[in-house]
Each structure stands twice: as C-alpha cells, then as structure tokens.
C-alpha cells in the first residue's frame, strides 16, 4: 500500500505511522504548528516522526 504523507507530501510505500501512545501527544502539537491542515488520524511518515522526534528533544 501506498500513501501520501500530509506532512512532507511524499509518496510512501507501507503504512502511515497512526499516534496512539501519550507521549508522542507532544509530536503531535509540534507536527500541528507547522501543518494546520494535518488531522494526526491521517498519520504520518516514519522519517517524518523521526524529524519531529528529534525536535522534541531539541
Ligand atoms: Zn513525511
């Protein structure tokens, strides 16, 4: 299956990544200030969740 990624528009061979878990709520947030338009049920990309993993971290 393959799908476009809302967060960095790419094509992506696989499945969206969906956030469950509490913490990545703050993902979440952060994905949310820079992409209005994201909705997180559409999920997101591993190399996008990476990016934004790291950006939590600082
Ligand atoms: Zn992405």
């Not at 952060?30 to 591993?46: A, L, T, Y």
């Amino acid at each position: 299956m393959e799908y476009i990624c809302d967060v960095c528009r790419k094509k992506i061979s696989g499945d969206p990544l969906k956030f469950i878990s509490h913490t990545e709520e703050h993902i979440v947030d952060i994905i949310k200030e820079r992409h209005p338009d994201w909705v997180k049920e559409n999920g997101i990309c591993p190399k996008c969740l990476e990016h934004y993993k790291k950006q939590l971290k600082g």
